[in-house]
């Protein structure tokens, strides 16, 4: 693909071919341009990404080594594991390597890869969530009929529809980065090569591309957060209905891991959303999105392992095992 960059500041009206440069690579800025800073960022982070990898890693191997496990709503937690696995393995060894180099180059092809499986992930981290709240709203809200409808079938359907749906919302994403022709900068003020600042730095016209953004964040965004919404909102008012306190707080224990989850996963994207609206700043933008690229998946394992007493039994057979 021809991909030009352009040596000004502004985006270009017309400009003649010998002023345009073909650009094959981009410097991520990363988060600091401290040297004495780096070999902290070093092992934090590459502590940080072994935790991550290998807690949810516990998760998988947990649930699918116990038979006790076997359910739906354990099978989709090793699924989100898996995808938090893959999300956090898209930024973090890039960022980590560039350290250990001391070099900030990524090739546009490996840009675009890049990004493509952030999506892909990010998407499905979300579709998972949205899949494992209507697991609870059916638990909850029809019990009785609960393991006729989320049967081994639809189970494997809907984990498959996901990941269709995050693949499609990648490729889309991608068909609109590969028809950009000119750039402001190669610069990328972050540790990875983030969608929005890459579209930010482009020259094109990009009010087809902002259409094509909308719908891709709705698809991977908008609609899973009102599926949440509403499969809690059924939940809450199911709970209500149950006459005791004792099963109010069974009832609603259930969900709490979940809740957590899904809590920690939107309000850092948020937070990072709002947080870049208000200071315009991509480097504080990279630097608040360590939070849902790093911490979210890291906490997650956590989050479900120290709430639940099965995770934790399985656990420690597993451990046993292997000692």
């Not at 094959?24 to 800025?29: I, N, P, V």
């Not at 991550?52 to 699924?79: E, R």
């Not at 709705?218 to 909102?233: E, K, M, N």
């Not at 700043?281 to 999105?289: D, N, Q, T």
């Amino acid at each position: 693909m021809n991909t030009y960059f352009h040596r000004g500041e502004k985006c270009p009206g017309y400009i003649e071919p010998q002023n345009l440069t073909r650009v094959s690579e981009f410097f991520l800025l990363g988060l600091s341009d401290d040297p004495e800073l780096q070999p902290l960022l070093f092992g934090l982070f590459l502590s940080m990404y072994l935790v991550t990898v290998l807690g949810n890693l516990f998760i998988v191997l947990a649930v699918s080594s116990d038979p006790h496990l076997h359910t739906p709503m354990y099978f989709f937690l090793s699924h989100l594991s898996l995808a938090d696995i893959g999300f956090t393995s898209t930024t973090i060894p890039k960022m980590i390597w560039d350290i250990h180099t001391h070099s900030r180059v990524t090739s546009y092809g490996g840009c675009l890869t890049q990004m493509s499986f952030f999506m892909l992930f990010g998407c499905l981290d979300s579709l998972l969530l949205t899949v494992m709240a209507y697991d609870r709203f059916v638990a909850i809200c029809h019990p009785l009929q609960y393991l006729v409808i989320m049967n081994p079938q639809l189970c494997g359907s809907l984990v498959f529809v996901s990941f269709f749906i995050s693949l499609l919302v990648s490729q889309m994403h991608n068909s609109v980065v590969l028809q950009l022709t000119y750039f402001k900068d190669v610069k990328i003020s972050h540790f990875f090569c983030d969608p929005s600042q890459l579209l930010s730095l482009a020259c094109s016209d990009t009010l087809t591309n902002n259409i094509v953004m909308y719908f891709v964040g709705a698809i991977s965004g908008f609609l899973p957060i009102s599926g949440i919404f509403f499969s809690y909102y059924k939940i809450v008012s199911s709970i209500l209905r149950v006459p005791s306190s004792g099963g109010k707080y069974r009832a609603f224990s259930t969900c709490g891991s979940h809740l957590a989850v899904v809590c920690l996963f939107y309000g850092t994207g948020l937070g990072v959303y709002l947080s870049s609206a208000a200071s315009h700043s991509p480097r504080k933008e990279a630097v608040a999105s360590v939070v849902y690229t790093v911490f979210t998946p890291m906490l997650n394992p956590f989050i479900y392992s120290l709430r639940n007493r099965d995770i934790k039994r399985a656990m420690q057979r597993l451990l046993s095992r292997a000692a």
